[in-house]
């Protein structure tokens, strides 16, 4: 019930396309959902994140859907770039129920968009 | 203002050894995590300190261990090396324990020989 479900594992998209990143959960008492961007020798970096109130956030070519009734949530990257090519990873954490905002990760998409 | 820091940046060591790997958090930062990220896995969650409490903890042997300091710098430490403890450990700050934003150091790429 503590998992995140992230696919796909792997993702090859040209240059100008959108890039499509899907995440699953279960438990219902999550609810932050961030999305990290990391590029290689790097950490991982806060890209955009969202609450369950609203069903999409938008930040340049970066977009957060979220289906609260279908526990489900992607990124959406509009108008893909080369520099764009990162392994990205959806969360969510349950601070608000916890108390602890403990994150749960999924396993990370490798994005590569070709020139 | 400075970024996580995370020492050393690589390191190589052979089974049965230990290591510690330490985090700087950003300044004002109280809540340091740490965890592990593995090709397929993903960053696994290995635990949390806020003034210098642990307050989480994630599903690993006792091998692994750390501790957080007053000044709010942390250490892991991992004893009895495997093989499978090859991994990139990221350690992360975020101003309190309540707060959402983590900011991740670059990691310490560990090698088990």
């Known amino acids: 019930q503590q998992q995140v479900k992230q696919s796909p594992q792997s993702l090859i998209v040209q240059k100008g396309g959108i890039s499509i990143i899907n995440c699953a959960y279960e438990?219902?008492?999550?609810?932050?959902f961030p999305w990290y961007q990391q590029f290689p020798g790097k950490g991982p970096a806060l890209l955009i994140a969202?609450?369950?109130?609203?069903s999409e956030k938008k930040e340049g070519r970066f977009t957060i859907s979220f289906n609260k009734s279908a526990k489900q949530f992607s990124l959406h990257i509009m108008d893909s770039q080369p520099g764009d090519s990162a392994t990205y990873f959806c969360a969510a954490s349950d601070g608000t129920t916890s108390g602890t905002y403990k994150y749960i990760f999924g396993t990370g998409t490798r994005l590569k968009v070709l020139a | 203002k400075a970024g996580v820091t995370q020492t050393p940046r690589y390191l190589i060591k052979t089974r049965g050894q230990q290591v510690t790997l330490s985090c700087s958090p950003i300044?004002?930062?109280?809540?340091v995590s740490w965890y592990q990220q593995t090709p397929g896995q993903g960053l696994q969650f290995l635990f949390e300190?806020?003034?210098?409490?642990?307050?989480n903890k994630g599903n690993f042997p006792g091998r692994f261990s750390g501790r957080q300091f007053s000044n709010s710098r942390s250490e892991m430490n991992v004893s009895t090396l495997e093989l499978g403890d090859s991994a990139l450990y990221l350690c992360a700050s975020r101003r309190s324990a309540g707060a959402n934003v983590l900011t991740f150091g670059a990691g310490s790429r560990l090698t088990v020989l």
């Open positions: 438990n219902t008492a999550f609810d932050y």
């Open positions: 300190y806020f003034s210098e409490t642990q307050r």
């Open positions: 969202i609450r369950p109130d609203v």
């Open positions: 300044s004002g930062h109280r809540s």
